[in-house]
């Protein structure tokens, strides 16, 4: 690949200087910031890293531990505040609100835990947990989002990749942790409140809407981003088992030179970027060249003959597609209008996606299905010690289980984006399959045979990665994107509502109730602020039967789900889309023939 030459005297230099105002006013150096900003933002699923830390420093029962876990999923999951605010301000203000709460929340945290300040109240860890998960919402509002909008005809493979590099967090933060401190995991606290907030303010005039056309290729673009970040699932994948096996001993300088390779992987894509970058610079300055002034101007006379006058173009803006029609003063009041039936995939409003039979029965099915595999990720460090695991052996299942919620997060976005282009396959159905297959997971938990909990990891892993980027795909696909920041931070709310149903009005207590008829057993009593533990695969049993239950429940709820939808997905679903590509080529079509310049594919509503 050849770049601008350095030398040329000051043409040289003005090349260099537009090249590299094309990549940072690029829309592909939005989707790298992206990608990192989302790599460092999974604080919420590495609570099985540090949560018996907080269990036995604070002295909770499993009830008080899971009612804190509740918050943390009920603020990493209520996102309609930042989706509100995202609808009516620039990206960067969402970004900024999201990297201030991380800070706050897992700070404070942090403090809590070391005991640098004096033993918080419960509630006071609640709404500390909550501010820091809060931060979720609104980075995936700021950035995630904001990708959808910016490549709409690509978004199974945009969600799946983004979505993906999320799923990594955790194994990411935990070499990352281990290479700077060691094995203290309360450390592993202040690294997730105070590196997404770095990450946040590099690159928060980077991420933004990009107004322009769709550009040529860019799903195949996104498969090499795919590619890239298999290849840094697959080096997290050996070096955790190499950590594991103890092939090698692991010190703090050997998590530093794993530490390098994931780095080096993490930053892999923006040579991609560069090399799309460079070529939509270079037919851009070609296309320049090619027309000099005067035959710009010889056209624009021979069109001005040619046309009579009643006949002639308007100048087109990117405005003029965008322009209301002159009936959009008279339009009756959302609150009006929120029960009308609105044709699937076109733009609901808000009360109209809300207030919608499919609405519902995708919020009922993912509560049912969210909540189990919730329930797992944040009772594994309890469920590692139930069943004799070390904590040692707890850090590698929190890591495999992000490495396959990543390859979840790959079936959910990518695979189902080929199914569905290719074959018509509903999202709705895999959605389906997807519940139907946790179930099997759950079960191992219940009975607990040998080597259970790394085969459930496996499974729960995947099905809890997979369920996202499926859901967050239906909801744009069936409502529309015009309010999309708003409904996929709506659609997400199942996710602290089956936590709070299954994880603390039901696991908790269970596993608590065991607990205290072992202590009885043995003929002793809690003391008060000591830390009630469970011993056994007894401690779960009944809780997972009970999950295994309520998330067949919800396959069924699903099911009816694919039968609405099943003619929608027959049809195409894309179609408005290259409609509007058309009507935007066309338009520029019309104002190169009359003279009028459109703003650059590139051009951003923000300055970079």
Not at 143 to 161: D, H, Q, Y
Not at 353 to 361: G, K, N, T, Y
Not at 417 to 423: M, V, W
């Amino acid at each position: 690949m050849v770049f601008p030459a350095a030398g040329g005297g000051d043409g040289g230099w003005a090349d260099m200087r537009s090249f590299a105002s094309q990549v940072l006013r690029g829309r592909w150096l939005m989707v790298f910031a992206t990608f990192i900003l989302m790599s460092v933002s999974g604080a919420s699923y590495s609570f099985g890293l540090y949560s018996n830390d907080i269990k036995s420093t604070l002295g909770y029962d499993q009830s008080t531990l899971n009612l804190l876990s509740f918050f943390k999923d009920l603020g990493s999951n209520v996102g309609l505040v930042s989706g509100l605010i995202n609808e009516i301000t620039p990206t960067w203000v969402v970004l900024s609100v999201g990297a201030a709460f991380s800070f706050c929340g897992y700070f404070m945290l942090w403090l809590a835990v070391t005991q640098k300040i004096a033993r918080p109240k419960v509630w006071h860890m609640c709404f500390y947990i909550f501010i820091g998960g809060n931060a979720h919402t609104f980075t995936n509002t700021g950035a995630l989002i904001t990708c959808v909008k910016n490549f709409p005809e690509s978004r199974g493979v945009v969600i799946g990749v983004s979505n993906g590099y999320l799923s990594l967090s955790t194994a990411i933060m935990t070499q990352f942790y281990h290479a700077f401190y060691g094995d203290d995991t309360k450390s592993l606290i202040f690294l997730m409140a105070s590196l997404p907030m770095a990450i946040s303010f590099i690159f928060i005039r980077v991420i933004r809407i990009i107004k322009g056309a769709r550009q040529p290729k860019e799903t195949k673009v996104f498969y090499q981003f795919l590619y890239i970040s298999l290849s840094l699932a697959g080096f997290l994948l050996i070096m955790i088992i190499v950590q594991k096996i103890n092939i090698v001993k692991f010190t703090q300088s050997a998590y530093g030179g794993s530490v390098a390779g994931v780095l080096f992987l993490l930053f892999l894509p923006l040579a991609v970027v560069i090399k799309q970058e460079y070529m939509l610079w270079k037919s851009s300055n070609k296309a320049t060249n090619d027309r000099s002034p005067s035959t710009r101007t010889s056209e624009i006379e021979k069109q001005n003959r040619e046309t009579p006058p009643s006949e002639k173009a308007l100048p087109f803006t990117s405005a003029t597609l965008s322009q209301p029609n002159a009936s959009a003063e008279n339009q009756d009041s959302c609150w009006k209008t929120m029960f009308q039936k609105v044709e699937r995939g076109e733009d609901h409003t808000i009360l109209q996606a809300v207030f919608s039979i499919d609405m519902f029965l995708l919020f009922l099915a993912t509560t049912c299905g969210l909540g189990g595999t919730l329930t797992v990720m944040d009772n594994l460090g309890q469920l590692g010690l139930s069943f004799g695991y070390s904590r040692g052996d707890i850090s590698i299942f929190a890591s495999l289980m992000s490495i396959w919620i990543y390859f979840g997060k790959i079936l959910g976005g990518v695979v189902s984006e080929i199914l569905l282009t290719k074959y018509k396959f509903p999202r709705t159905l895999m959605l389906t399959l997807v519940l139907l297959l946790s179930c099997a997971g759950f079960l191992l938990i219940a009975f607990s045979p040998p080597y259970a909990l790394y085969i459930a990891s496996i499974i729960i892993g995947f099905c809890f990665g997979a369920q996202w980027p499926l859901i967050f795909a239906i909801i744009s696909e069936l409502f529309g994107l015009k309010y999309y920041s708003t409904l996929y931070n709506f659609g997400v709310v199942a996710s602290p509502v089956g936590s709070f149903l299954l994880n603390v009005k039901t696991t908790g207590y269970l596993y608590d109730r065991e607990a205290k008829k072992q202590l009885a057993a043995l003929g002793l009593e809690r003391k008060p602020g000591e830390e009630l533990n469970c011993v056994g695969g007894d401690c779960f049993k009944l809780p997972f039967i009970l999950i295994t239950a309520v998330t067949l429940f919800g396959t069924l709820v699903s099911l009816i789900l694919v039968l609405r939808t099943s003619n929608f997905y027959k049809s195409d679903i894309y179609k408005k889309f290259r409609e509007q590509v058309k009507v935007a080529e066309a338009g520029q079509v019309m104002a190169d023939k009359n003279g009028v310049g459109l703003p650059k594919v590139n051009e951003s509503q923000n300055t970079v």
